[in-house]
């Protein structure tokens, strides 16, 4: 479950990011569309204490999806390397580091990329299994063919659009 969960919750981050980003052609690895059902992340959503600087709230919004994802022993921890989990460490594992580190907003865009892509290649396992399974017929029954089932991904290559 952590590994949907932390893809929507890094997408919803990237949307935000993007929102405060000048330049709008930056390369991101999977960027995709999310149903109008599923709910915005806490931690995305969330006002925090210093609301008009924008590139301080990104950055706290990125130390607390660190810290529910990637620190090692925390509730939804990601099956990741430890040279991935490693590198995000040196970046957001000490707040007040990354607080005055000269991270830029492409640089948080960016920063959860590598995990995004391992997590949607866990999920694509997950989803050829599925799709062998008498249920999945079953499950895609219940929704008209143009609500949930178009929103299901087909391709998952690191330079496609993918639909969850």
Do not use: W
């Not at 919004?61 to 390397?81: M, P, R, T």
């Not at 005055?100 to 960016?110: G, Q």
């Not at 989803?127 to 929103?151: C, G, H, W």
């Amino acid at each position: 479950m952590e590994c949907l969960l932390s893809v929507i919750e890094f997408q919803q981050f990237q949307k935000y990011v993007l929102r405060h980003i000048e330049q709008k052609d930056v390369d991101i690895q999977f960027l995709f569309e999310i149903h109008d059902d599923i709910p915005t992340s806490l931690i995305v959503e969330e006002q925090e204490s210093e609301p008009d600087d924008i590139i301080l709230c990104a950055k706290l919004k990125a130390y607390k999806l660190y810290k529910k994802y990637i620190e090692i022993g925390s509730e939804f921890e990601l099956n990741i390397s430890s040279k991935m989990r490693g590198d995000l460490g040196k970046v957001l594992n000490d707040r007040n580091v990354l607080i005055k580190a000269n991270v830029t907003f492409e640089d948080l865009l960016k920063i959860f990329d590598e995990v995004k892509v391992e997590m949607v290649q866990l999920l694509r396992g997950s989803l050829i299994r599925f799709r062998e399974q008498t249920d999945y017929n079953k499950v895609m029954m219940i929704f008209p063919s143009n609500s949930f089932a178009k929103y299901v991904a087909v391709e998952m290559t690191p330079t496609s659009s993918i639909i969850v």
